[in-house]
């Protein structure tokens, strides 16, 4: 198991799921989400802007934005938490929808 598995809350379902993310400007970026829990998700930036330092706001799928911190970040890849835990079902559901090879 690897050091990040065992620094995380709970397991993450991979999916492959469009994004966008902004920060508290008008900045839009384009992401692909790649993995999701309640608490956070793994986020791929479509290029080298991202410019969040610490917080934005992501758009996931038809979900009410929601703000997360960026807990770590390794070129276009980035790790985030949500401010608050989206429910369980909900998180299922958008796993289900765009499990990884499927388009929604």
């Not at 198991?1 to 999916?15: A, D, T, W």
């Not at 994004?19 to 309640?38: K, P």
């Not at 080298?48 to 390794?74: E, F, K, M, T, Y």
């Not at 938490?81 to 369980?88: N, S």
């Amino acid at each position: 198991m690897s050091e990040e598995m065992v620094r995380r809350r709970e397991p993450r379902g991979q999916l492959a799921m469009p994004g966008t993310t902004r920060d508290g400007t008008v900045s839009r970026c384009s992401v692909a989400v790649t993995d999701l829990s309640t608490h956070g998700c793994r986020v791929i930036f479509a290029n080298d802007d991202l410019s969040h330092a610490g917080q934005l706001v992501i758009s996931l799928d038809n979900l009410a934005p929601q703000r997360a911190q960026v807990r770590w970040r390794n070129r276009l890849t980035a790790g985030l938490e949500f401010e608050q835990p989206l429910y369980l079902p909900v998180v299922d559901h958008l796993l289900s929808k765009w499990k990884t090879g499927r388009q929604g």
